[in-house]
């Protein structure tokens, strides 16, 4: 602003000068022919032109020849010029251009006074058009400053809104990716930590189910082993001396007294051996087993325990063997508790199926019933010791049964049918050869 304002006075003071050295030059004639109508018509010239207040033409002797002015507003300034005598040269009149030559002769003075409000207003009015402008800009530098910092620390504080929610437990939030690419870098090195954390979370709820179920386990043997000292074999004695006594006092089969109290030791014995047979699973004993007769029998078995009653079995087993290193014994076993599951749901009615697929080295056993389900909130826990939603039930059928499916390297799984009830699938790897089985057939 300050250059521009030198810029201005400097061309202003330049137009000034100029106007005065002209009326010097035309001023000649009429001081030497003291010509003052001349001399007060280029005075009047003078006014005309703005900011001019006053002209005062004098002659050689200092005598005032003409003073024209005119009331304007101040400030002030005044600018002088001497006038001097033409010169001729090779006849033809050559006026000096410069007035203040000293090689002429002065005949005159002219001064000119003039006011510097208007440019001082000019310049005012550059100022304050010049502040407004610079204040617009800053505002709207504010507004641009205010939008991009805002796209930049809204992403800040929300990342530190989702670490207060997640110190306050909600472990599934996640940070939404930003507008920029380093606000998405961030949300997104965020996310990941956060990632990192729940999988550290179900880790560690991991290990500490695990060691939570093998210190249930201790417990569970360390029972078992008391039952099988102090329980066990009392219940041997009472079911003997049962035995006895219906023989020495002839007391009928139908008593209802007897049968209740042959029936509970049942009972409590299927109770300890189930104790006995989780806490202690023998060591599978691992030899080439076709796996289709194994089910063959335990289904044969179910087919003649209902044969008279509701429940119908219907099975589909192959007749082609598959041969996979299995134990027999406790295979079977397990097999026999999912199948009990399953009637046990159906409540001794309905139909139980029974299915078996064979692919190259995989087997596939089906279990479906047409019980109630299982609630969705239990399928993670069906098969964990002790858990159990029947009133007489001791939770560790399913669980032996899924230790014993582990052991022979297979797995289990449970889930709802669409149409009601639940279906049971075990799968099991062969890793015999072809040539092995053909040899062992031979």
């Known amino acids: 602003m300050n250059i521009i304002n030198q810029f201005v006075m400097s061309r202003f003071s330049q137009r000034i000068d100029f106007m005065t050295h002209y009326l010097a030059l035309n001023s000649e004639l009429g001081i030497l022919i003291d010509e003052q109508k001349l001399l007060r018509g280029l005075a009047r010239n003078m006014l005309g032109e703005e900011d001019i207040a006053g002209v005062i033409i004098e002659d050689g002797h200092g005598r005032e020849l003409i003073r024209e002015t005119r009331d304007i507003p101040g400030p002030f300034e005044t600018v002088q010029k001497w006038v001097y005598l033409s010169e001729a040269k090779d006849g033809m009149v050559s006026m000096n251009l410069i007035t203040d030559n000293r090689d002429g002769d002065r005949i005159g003075r002219v001064e000119v006074i003039y006011s510097t409000s208007g440019i001082e207003n000019l310049?005012?009015?550059?100022?304050?058009?010049?502040?407004?402008?610079?204040?617009?800009?800053?505002?709207?530098?504010?507004?641009?400053?205010?939008?991009?910092?805002?796209?930049l620390v809204t992403p800040v504080i929300s990342l530190a809104k989702i670490a207060k929610k997640v110190s306050l437990g909600n472990h599934a939030i996640r940070a939404p990716e930003g507008n920029t690419p380093e606000t998405i870098k961030l949300a997104g090195a965020f996310n990941e930590m956060l990632d990192s954390i729940a999988l550290g979370r179900k880790t560690i709820v991991q290990a500490y189910e695990k060691m939570a179920k093998q210190e249930t386990l201790v417990e569970v043997g360390k029972f078992s082993m008391m039952i099988a000292h102090e329980v066990k074999n009392p219940l041997g004695i009472i079911k003997s001396s049962l035995e006895i006594l219906k023989r020495e006092l002839d007391i009928p089969a139908g008593n209802v007294a007897l049968t209740f109290a042959e029936e509970e030791i049942i009972r409590l014995n299927d109770l300890i051996e189930s104790f006995l047979m989780f806490a202690r699973p023998a060591r599978p004993n691992f030899s080439r087993t076709?796996?289709?007769?194994?089910?063959?029998?335990?289904?044969?078995?179910?087919?003649?325990?209902?044969?008279?009653?509701?429940?119908?079995?219907?099975?589909?087993?192959?007749?082609?063997?598959?041969?996979?290193?299995?134990?027999?014994?406790?295979?079977?076993?397990?097999?026999?508790?999912?199948?009990?599951?399953?009637?046990?749901?159906?409540?001794?009615?309905?139909?139980?199926?029974?299915?078996?697929?064979?692919?190259?080295?995989?087997?596939?056993?089906?279990?479906?019933?047409?019980?109630?389900?299982?609630?969705?909130?239990?399928?993670?826990?069906?098969?964990?010791?002790?858990?159990?939603?029947?009133?007489?039930?001791?939770?560790?059928?399913?669980?032996?049964?899924?230790?014993?499916?582990?052991?022979?390297?297979?797995?289990?799984?449970?889930?709802?049918?669409?149409?009601?009830?639940?279906?049971?699938?075990?799968?099991?790897?062969?890793?015999?050869?072809?040539?092995?089985?053909?040899?062992?057939?031979?």
């Not at 005012?124 to 205010?146: E, G």
Request: hydrophobic letters at 45%; aromatic letters at 10%.
């Open 123 to 151: 310049a005012k009015q550059m100022k304050q058009r010049f502040l407004i402008i610079a204040l617009v800009l800053i505002l709207i530098s504010c507004f641009i400053f205010y939008i991009i910092s805002r796209s």
């Open 290 to 442: 076709d796996l289709n007769r194994i089910m063959y029998q335990v289904v044969t078995g179910f087919e003649i325990q209902y044969q008279s009653g509701l429940l119908e079995i219907r099975s589909s087993i192959p007749e082609a063997p598959f041969y996979a290193d299995a134990d027999f014994d406790l295979f079977s076993r397990g097999m026999t508790n999912i199948i009990m599951n399953a009637c046990e749901a159906n409540q001794g009615k309905g139909v139980i199926e029974i299915a078996i697929e064979c692919r190259k080295k995989k087997w596939q056993l089906y279990v479906k019933d047409q019980g109630k389900g299982i609630p969705a909130e239990q399928l993670k826990k069906i098969f964990e010791p002790f858990f159990t939603t029947k009133a007489k039930g001791t939770g560790l059928g399913l669980a032996f049964a899924d230790q014993v499916v582990k052991a022979h390297g297979g797995k289990i799984v449970a889930q709802n049918r669409p149409e009601g009830g639940a279906l049971f699938c075990v799968t099991m790897f062969s890793n015999i050869k072809d040539d092995e089985i053909q040899g062992s057939l031979e």
